[in-house]
């Protein structure tokens, strides 16, 4: 019998395209394999190997079918329960950032499917639409705000008060698009009356490890944190630990790796040479157009070492993050826990009108507010 991980390698067509992409690059680009594990952020993957662990620790716990059965039975309207979940998702990234954001909100939603019959992977498009738009509002929200805010030398209320009108109108936007694409039909329930099971020891014992994660982090010891998070797993329940996506690691080395050597080519290190001289319009659609090929995290740390860390290159790399899939990799988590192929393109059905949109509203509040 084939090992779940080579099913789910085999399966993965979005790291099998990853892979072909770096294969050619390889070819356009000095061939330096050395160079590439420090191209990793590994930062980054150790820490969503820690938050995959936890969320499926408390998955396999049960306690999000406990959770949906409450939330499903609050709610009138498929369109009330619809809202709910995109402001949770907004004001969560405010705050915990928007990956783990979708770690919270997304196992959640995938339990709601089990007592109520709602379209799933529209909610969760919605919620991965709703993460960039309220981490776009503070410093801590996503990674490019954060590297932007310590470039830039500003407080916390000044940072989120330049980004306030941006995030206003993103959030308006997707309140609207909530009421107009999730109806105001009665949820029907899928289940009985039986109330689910849960195992509280588990549910404890995943917040006293994610507690020990958190201190891990604010440390600096993410790997330390993250041992103990897998032993303290396997002890307790091993099954966790397996049943965990860890091809999508796999999936985000690959991207690391194919955004080095994208910005190894002669032809964009020419080009980002003059991004210093361009226009206002220039610099906003750069900005917005390579976030949509590198991801906007990437993008931000490139043109930081050309343009000052402006209002402009700030909304700029944000709304990067909606229209294609690598434009923010909180859409790649999103979709990856969603678990169904399908998704991949419906997503791209919102999510593009939306960085037309944003693009346009962006620029013209700029105008309007003086920031150009």
Known sequence: MTPPFIRSLARDRFLHLLLLIGVILTFLVPFAPARWPAAI??????????????????EQSGYFDV????MARRFVTERQLAIFMVLAAALLSTFLTNDVALFIIVPLTLTLKKWCAIPVNRLIIFEALAVNAGSLLTPIGNPQNILLWGRSGLSFPAFTLQMLP???AMMATLLVLCWCCFPAKKLQFQSSDATPSWRPKLVW???AFYLVFLAALEMKLELWGLVCVAVGFLLLERRVVYSVDWTLLLVFMAMFIDVHLLTQLPALQ?????VGQLSDGSLWLTAIGLSQVISNVPSTILLLNYVPPSVL???????GGFGLLPGSLANLIALRMANDRRIWWRFHLYSLPMLLWAALTGYGLLHLLGHL
């Not at 952020?41 to 938050?51: A, F, K, N, Q």
């Not at 020419?270 to 003059?274: E, N």
């Not at 290159?313 to 709304?319: G, Q």
């Open 166 to 168: 941006l995030a206003l």
């Open 41 to 58: 952020d590994w930062h980054t993957i150790i820490t969503l190997s820690g938050l995959m662990l936890l969320t499926k620790g408390v």
């Open 270 to 274: 020419h080009s980002l040479h003059g």
């Open 205 to 207: 014992c995943c917040l």
């Open 313 to 319: 290159l700030a909304w700029a790399v944000n709304v």
């Open 67 to 70: 959770l949906g059965r409450k």
